[in-house]
């Protein structure tokens, strides 16, 4: 809230709808639907993305006058992908999309809207990904690193998903945030077990599934 004009500050206090949370209470949790974005009025707000293995990792603590809720202005209708909950007793203030972007943009806030949906949406899937890499082990991490590499690049045929990108052991280290060495092992790994395999220089994830159980694995 500090960084609006006063006018976008006195539009958007005029909208809020107010309500509070007892320390501990959950605001929103991932999947839910999210349409409005939410204001810290007093107290300090959790954000947190829950793990497969029931970890929660903390990503944010904000104090009053900040602003959370993001995924609301994704035009695609995200659902929530984190967690908010009150870390101290907690009073928000909740807004619509529409109004929210109304308070900020005036008449060309239909203009601005695709903008920040675009850049929004960005923003989530990077997070996201530090996020899971945090709580992953690297068996895990080098597994998300080629499917996420195979769904960018790859080219589905009979051999399975081959990388139409050279990605080479260095570079998939640096993906994987591993050193060279345990990340050449786990490759080993996959290759004997038949996971990947290599054709003309090229990566090749023969089992796809195999290999998203192994990246949601820690």
């Known amino acids: 809230m500090k960084r609006l004009r006063p006018e976008q500050r006195s539009k958007l206090q005029s909208l809020l709808q107010i309500r509070e949370y007892r320390r501990g209470e959950l605001v929103y949790q991932p999947d839910e639907d999210a349409n409005s974005l939410y204001v810290v009025i007093a107290g300090v707000a959790r954000l947190s993305i829950p793990t ?7 990503l944010h603590l904000l104090p009053a006058g900040e602003i959370f809720g993001h995924t609301a202005l994704v035009n695609a209708r995200f659902p929530r992908v984190l967690e908010a909950a009150a870390y101290t007793d907690l009073r928000l203030g909740r807004v619509g999309r529409d109004d929210f972007l109304e308070a900020l943009a005036g008449p060309r806030s239909h203009e601005l809207a695709e903008v920040v ?3 929004t949406e960005r923003w989530i899937t990077l997070v996201l990904r530090l ?31 081959v990388l139409s990108l050279r990605i080479t ?4 280290a640096d993906l994987s945030a591993g050193s060279l060495r345990k990340v050449n092992a786990v490759l080993r790994r996959f290759e004997t077990e038949g996971l990947i395999g290599k054709d003309n220089g090229r990566i090749v994830l023969r089992q796809m599934e195999a290999l998203e159980e192994r990246a949601l694995a820690s």
Not at 137 to 142: F, I, N, S
């Open 52 to 58: 497969p293995n029931g970890r929660r990792i903390l």
């Open 131 to 161: 996020a899971r890499f945090l709580a992953q082990d690297l068996q895990a991490r080098v597994a998300s690193s080629l499917v996420e590499a195979a769904r960018g690049f790859g080219i589905e045929d009979a051999r399975g998903h």
């Open 169 to 172: 052991q260095d570079a998939l």
């Open 117 to 119: 949906s675009f850049v």
